[in-house]
């Protein structure tokens, strides 16, 4: 089991280009499972261990993890024996009958239109750093990027002519993503000040990054975190925004007027529309909206139409 988890890690590294985070993950779920198979004195021989063994493994997981947490643990260990399987290792996967635990999926959390507005325009500070702050909320809510994609842009990613920006997302993939008229004119400006941020006037430690910290360095998640947070603090939006809450904003919006959810999923780098779709159910009001506009029925009272609404949200909800 070592030597094949040595061999999986490798390969989602470096052939498969799961991100550091992902193969760290499944490298401590299957290092837990090795432990389990030695402390209940089970064969190490991967060809030796059925699904009887998994379903062991995840049992005791229930009373310290979230149900999310064992699916995620669980997607490692299928990901691992169907490399196995696929490399002649074993002839099936242990894995592939277990069930995942049931997942209460979490809505996507989002502003209104008005508090991005709000996040995105109001009173920031007249500095260098201020005009980066600036432009990464203006790209993070425009664009729909991931804050780990927008920490990961370089100067050569973004073209301000063509209104683009060209990102990598999960798995290496790469996507071509549209910068609306704020974000060019913020990015701009950011540009013009962008090596006045670097306060430590030393060699700077990624030249190449769009977005820099005050000693040269390549800004990281945690601090686009906190930035995004205490601005959400400071226009009194709510108790603290999320990079990822401007991201599902960019996606509920343009689903609201009137978007196709292909599009959608290209834009924000899904990689199956079932992730996209999470955002229709924010998007009652534009439903019916539409609805009355289009429907020759339509014209009703407003008892009538508290109804409606009221039964298709029904409808969504028994649907998830």
């Known amino acids: 089991m070592d030597q094949a988890t040595t061999l999986y890690l490798t390969y989602i590294e470096h052939e498969r280009r799961f991100s550091h985070r992902t ?8 290092r837990e499972f090795c432990r389990f198979l030695e402390e209940k004195d089970l064969s190490d021989d991967p060809a030796g261990i059925d699904s009887t063994h998994v379903r062991a493994y995840l049992a005791g997981l229930y009373e310290r993890n979230r149900p999310s947490s064992i699916a995620a643990k669980l997607a490692a260990l299928r990901g691992f024996f ?13 894995a592939a009958a277990v069930r995942t635990p049931r997942v209460k999926r979490k809505m996507p959390g989002f ?6 507005s709000r996040l995105a325009d109001v009173d920031w500070e007249d500095s260098p750093a201020g005009a980066r702050d600036k432009a990464m909320v203006e790209v993070l809510y425009g664009s729909g990027l991931r804050v780990s994609e927008l920490c990961a842009l370089d100067l050569d990613s973004i073209d301000l002519d063509s ?3 060209r990102v990598k997302g999960k798995g290496g993939k790469e996507r071509l993503v549209p910068l609306g008229r ?11 000040q962008r090596e006045a941020v670097v306060v430590v006037k030393n060699k700077m430690a990624h030249p190449e990054a769009l977005f820099l910290n005050r000693s040269g360095g390549r800004l990281s998640v945690r601090s686009v975190q906190r930035m995004v947070a205490r601005r959400g603090i400071q226009m009194a939006t709510r108790e603290a925004v999320h990079p990822h809450s401007l991201r599902h904003s960019c996606a509920t919006h343009m689903l609201d007027g009137g978007a196709d959810l292909r599009v959608i999923q290209e834009l924000l780098g899904h990689a199956s529309l079932s992730t996209t779709q999470r955002y229709t159910h924010v998007s009652i009001d534009g439903l019916m909206e539409v609805y009355d506009k289009a429907h020759p029925k339509a014209r009703q009272s407003d008892g009538e139409k508290r109804e409606k609404e009221g039964a298709v949200k029904t409808r969504l909800r028994e649907k998830k």
């Open 23 to 30: 193969v760290e993950a499944y490298g401590s779920a299957l």
């Open 82 to 94: 169907s490399y196995l399987k696929k490399m002649g290792l074993i002839d099936s996967s242990p």
């Open 111 to 116: 502003v209104s239109v008005d508090e991005a």
């Open 182 to 192: 704020k974000a060019v004119e913020a990015l701009d400006s950011h540009l013009r």
């Open 163 to 165: 209104k683009s920006v």
